[in-house]
């Protein structure tokens, strides 16, 4: 009998683990800015928690993750107003997505991704389940399925940073899923960032650059940066290092040939932290060459790197 039940016990975890889906995000919604009169603060909890849901719960790939293989993502819902197109349940929102990613042999996390998608508009309806379908990734009610394609595209971009971060263009499956939520996106009034003519800097656009072959060199040095540098820092730090940081070069040339594209600046709103951290371990007399790359390519950020002189 009781080895029965610790076979019950066993299937019962394996099962588990089996049906583990891929992303350990937690979701927070902010709603200062929704004033007035009639509005129950319970909806917005509501929204946290289904929108925590439907990312945690919605298998994105047909691969298996173990439970401590998940990825961990936050992502902040700040809402800026209500009422959109007179629907008093329909919003609009900035939305911020991080992501990391466990480097091998530490404690450290790397960030995937750090972005904030100025251009969010949804309707929520805490009586309507969210659903997604990669075939009809608009949905049925336009603001409605906003939210949900907004969603399934970022997780699909953070998969792919995820598996290119461990094989050379091992997420390309997943960048591709992301182009058909853009080709595939909800049209209406008052939703945008799906489009190449409402901007230079969306949706459309990051999906875009990362599988055009003109920026490939950028996904051989986010697998180069991640598994042949931080994953071997413990091993051979300055080799690691130097290695992370010669890339640049690589980086540097994307730049010269596509000036502010914006999946370079998707990639340094990421990395430009870590890489700071790196070129002030470096020797001093070493750090000037890539300084002065870095201040070509990432010029928000040029007076921290000068900092580093």
């Not at 009169?37 to 994105?60: C, R, T, Y």
């Not at 992370?244 to 540097?252: A, D, E, F, M, V």
């Not at 790359?293 to 990432?298: A, H, K, P, R």
Request: aromatic residues 10%; hydrophobic residues 40%; proline residues 4%.
């Amino acid at each position: 009998m009781l080895k029965r039940s610790l076979n019950i016990i066993l299937i019962l975890l394996i099962s588990a683990v089996a049906q583990a889906q891929e992303l350990n995000c937690r979701v927070t919604v902010m709603h200062d800015k929704i004033t007035g009169s009639g509005i129950d603060p319970q909806v917005f909890s509501n929204m946290q928690k289904a929108i925590m849901e439907f990312l945690n719960g919605h298998k994105w790939t047909t691969d298996e993750f173990a439970a401590s293989e998940k990825i961990d993502c936050n992502i902040l819902i700040n809402l800026t107003a209500n009422n959109v197109s007179g629907d008093p349940e329909a919003y609009s929102a900035t939305m911020s997505i991080q992501a990391t990613r466990p480097v091998y042999n530490s404690a450290y996390t790397s960030k995937l991704i750090d972005y904030i998608d100025k251009d969010v508009s949804f309707k929520f309806s805490p009586f309507n389940p969210m659903h997604f379908d990669d075939n009809q990734a608009s949905g049925t009610d336009a603001l409605s399925g906003n939210l949900t394609a907004i969603l399934a595209y970022y997780s699909y971009l953070v998969l792919a940073l995820d598996y290119d971060s461990f094989a050379p263009n091992g997420g390309s499956n997943y960048l591709k899923k992301a182009q058909n939520v853009v080709n595939n996106a909800p049209d209406g009034k008052g939703i945008t960032g799906w489009k190449n003519v409402e901007s230079t800097h969306n949706r459309y656009w990051i999906v875009d650059q990362m599988l055009n072959t003109r920026f490939s060199d950028i996904r051989k040095v986010w697998y180069s940066m991640h598994r042949e540098g931080l994953d071997s820092m413990y091993a051979k730090p300055a080799e690691a290092r130097n290695r992370i940081l010669s890339n640049l070069r690589k980086l540097y040339e994307v730049n010269r040939e596509n000036p502010s594209s914006v999946y370079l600046q998707f990639f340094f709103n990421a990395k430009s932290d870590e890489i700071m951290h790196l070129l002030g371990q470096a020797p001093k007399n070493e750090r000037t060459q890539y300084i002065t790359l870095l201040n070509t390519m990432d010029v928000p950020n040029a007076p921290k790197y000068n900092a580093l002189r």
